[in-house]
């Protein structure tokens, strides 16, 4: 029988895919209706991005595309990485950024990563601060994790009466962090979030979560070969 942590890490993989399988299979957007996948409204995305829903805009780094995704329980995020989706060719994405909104109905504190990866690797809070970019209240995060998933994070956490934002940067190396990490704060210093609240968000770190970024990235690559594998049978 599995060990504990191995059934950790398949829910983890499995809740990953369950949840973002629409933005990997980028790819094949025009192409595949997506069985499974049409119960998710996805959209390509560059450039200023807008949803009046949460109230958002922000511009992602020029030459980042990626997909909207907006879920069924309100939820809705957009993910981008350098060059776009299509282009990591099934393996693990080594930059991604994500705008995450979510209902507080949904997810009632902000929470930045899992239970079952703080089990599985060694995760650090690397430090946590607030600052304010266009009169919006933000909580920044930084998050190191060694072992199995190599990562380094930053959140920047905001919220409305009604829902929390989070606008997140990931990379699989501290290089690959350091690299790119002025884009991402360049492009969070275009964040608007209409009628956003002036007390900062505390997220919770590290904590039980359903569905959080950190699970949503590190679940990428196995989608991303599973569509590619879908695509060479159709």
């Known amino acids: 029988m599995p060990n504990a942590k191995l059934l950790g890490l398949i829910a983890l993989v499995f809740l990953?895919?369950?949840i973002f399988s629409s933005h990997a299979s980028a790819q094949q957007y025009q192409s595949q209706s997506g069985g499974g996948m049409s119960n998710m409204q996805r959209t390509p995305v560059n450039g200023t991005y807008t949803n009046s829903d949460f109230g958002v805009q922000i511009t992602l780094p020029d030459g980042w595309s990626g997909f909207e995704i907006k879920r069924s329980s309100g939820a809705t995020s957009v993910i981008a990485a350098p060059g776009g989706l299509q282009s990591m060719h099934g393996h693990r994405l080594p930059?991604?950024?994500m705008?995450?909104?979510t209902p507080k109905s949904v997810m009632a504190t902000p929470r930045l990563i899992s239970q079952r990866m703080a089990q599985n690797d060694?995760?650090?809070n690397v430090s946590t601060g607030n600052k304010t970019v266009n009169n919006v209240s933000l909580t920044e995060v930084v998050i190191n994790c060694t072992g199995p998933t190599t990562m380094e994070a930053k959140y920047d956490v905001a919220q409305t009466d009604s829902a929390y934002i989070i606008v997140s940067y990931r990379a699989n190396s501290t290089s690959n962090y350091d690299?790119?990490?002025s884009t991402f704060d360049n492009a969070v210093s275009t964040l608007q979030?209409?009628?956003a609240m002036s007390a900062p968000a505390i997220p919770e770190f590290p904590v039980s979560a359903v569905g959080m970024i950190v699970a949503i990235m590190v679940g990428v690559v196995v989608i991303i070969g599973r569509t590619r594998i879908m695509q060479t049978h159709l």
Do not use: D, H, L, P
């Open 16 to 18: 990953a895919g369950s």
């Open 95 to 97: 930059i991604t950024m």
């Open 99 to 101: 705008v995450s909104m």
């Open 122 to 124: 060694s995760c650090n």
């Open 179 to 181: 690299s790119q990490v």
């Open 193 to 195: 979030v209409t009628n």
